[in-house]
């Protein structure tokens, strides 16, 4: 198996109630990158990405340029993390 590596990634804006989750496992499964994506309280989407470099990179560029067509981002935050191992990848 090749390096894995992780991202957190915060999505803020108009990102709740217009399949912001459903779409970014989508994207992720299309990918191969395991792990999750969450609402927040705050109004945010969070997401644990998990894989190889490049389809980690290529599902978290989905979710800054947008992401599905009814989002409205406006900022997003991330950073790597420690691969913990998910083997697929939910919605919470």
């Not at 709740?16 to 779409?23: C, D, K, L």
């Not at 299309?30 to 309280?41: H, I, L, M, P, S």
């Not at 800054?64 to 992401?67: D, L």
């Given at each position: 198996m090749g390096t894995k590596v992780a991202r957190r990634?915060?999505?803020h804006g108009h990102v709740?109630?217009?399949?912001?989750?459903?779409?970014t496992r989508r994207v992720a499964q299309?990918?191969?990158?395991?792990?999750?994506?969450?609402?927040?309280?705050d109004g945010a989407v969070v997401a644990?990405?998990?894989?190889?470099?490049?389809?980690v990179e290529t599902v978290e560029a989905w979710m800054?340029?947008?992401?599905p067509p009814a989002a409205e981002?406006?900022?997003?935050?991330s950073g790597s993390v420690q691969p913990e191992g998910y083997e697929r990848f939910e919605v919470r």
């Open positions: 990634v915060t999505v709740q109630g217009v399949f912001f989750r459903a779409s299309e990918q191969g990158v395991t792990g999750w994506v969450a609402n927040r309280d644990w990405l998990e894989g190889p470099p490049d389809a800054v340029t947008g992401g981002v406006d900022h997003i935050e």
